[in-house]
């Protein structure tokens, strides 16, 4: 591509690293707060900011994102001004979860107050592993970068998966319980199924492509899965281990199957598996170490993953 005068600003962490993957770190001026990979990309300016305080307790962080939702506040605003200045040709976004990035709707809004440029809005929504091809595919077509070349990479690391777990048989298929949050009790799902199933495992309590339900206690006793994965949203390994402690003080933590047999584990929910962006399958791998052991060694273990 040899457009200079394309200026993006990126909202989202996802959409920095596809962007990234595909070679046009150059061309991004600005960035969200939470936006910190690939590493270079951490002295552009900032351009939103959230409106709660996210080193409080997961449950009043949970209170303070349904109290401004509930007073019709978005949870992250934009900073216009430092947008007014950067004069993007292109914003990234989402249109997935107002809880995990700034909304298209707060977005717009920014975007309809600039006077001196009117970029052009990219909206993501990815809900599966699909989505996820084809928006790398899209943001090549919008830049006029060749996407092929990336895509197929991705693509042949998840084929490598399936193949090596193709000859298990359903016993040798643990079940799985991914926790997304831990006060309330939440599972992560949109692609969270998926890779569980790709890496050997069966997923539980959730659909693929569905946003993430809340779980009762009763529901993981009486399903009592072999292996608990812990992944909070926007939680790095050692937030996630403070988090999964509290849970363990739960009464009822020391009857599960998984606790008694060594199979719960925390990972870096933040940097893998809540990022829907060419990382997804680095989060396949990172499962699959921790499903099948005896299959699988990426090197992920301590960096992306640990046992609790």
């Not at 949970?62 to 992250?76: C, E, W």
């Not at 690391?157 to 799985?176: M, N």
């Not at 009486?222 to 608990?228: H, K, N, Q």
Request: hydrophobic content about 40%.
């Amino acid at each position: 591509m040899q457009n200079s005068h394309i200026r993006i600003v990126s909202l989202i962490p996802s959409g920095t690293e596809i962007l990234a993957a595909l070679g046009l770190t150059d061309y991004v001026v600005g960035r969200s707060h939470e936006c910190d990979y690939p590493p270079e990309i951490t002295d552009r300016p900032i351009c939103t900011q959230a409106r709660l305080d996210s080193k409080t307790s997961s449950e009043q962080i949970h209170d303070q994102i349904n109290n401004l939702l509930q007073s019709a506040l978005s949870i992250y605003q934009v900073k216009t001004d430092i947008l007014e200045q950067l004069q993007p040709t292109h914003i990234l976004t989402q249109d997935q979860c107002n809880v995990c990035a700034v909304s298209l709707q707060e977005v717009e809004k920014a975007v309809a107050e600039l006077t001196q440029s009117s970029p052009q809005v990219v909206s993501l929504q990815p809900n599966l592993l699909a989505d996820v091809w084809n928006d790398i595919e899209r943001v090549g077509h919008i830049f006029n970068v060749d996407a092929v070349q990336l895509l197929e990479n991705l693509e042949a690391r998840v084929r490598i998966c399936q193949r090596k777990i193709q000859g298990l048989s359903l016993v040798e298929l643990p079940t799985v319980a991914c926790i997304e949050w831990t006060n309330p009790l939440m599972v992560a799902a949109n692609w969270i199924p998926e890779l569980t199933n790709l890496a050997g495992g069966q997923s539980l309590f959730c659909v693929t492509g569905q946003p993430s339900p809340h779980l009762q206690w009763e529901t993981l006793l009486i399903s009592d899965p072999d292996v608990i994965i812990f992944m909070p949203c926007g939680f790095d390994l050692n937030r996630t281990r403070q988090e999964a402690e509290l849970l363990t003080q739960h009464p009822d933590w020391q009857k599960l199957h998984a606790m008694k047999s060594g199979r719960v584990y925390i990972t870096d929910g933040n940097a893998y598996f809540n990022r829907p962006g060419p990382r997804l399958v680095d989060s396949l791998e990172i499962m699959a170490e921790i499903i099948h052991p005896e299959i699988f060694d990426y090197g992920y273990k301590g960096k992306g993953w640990e046992r609790l």
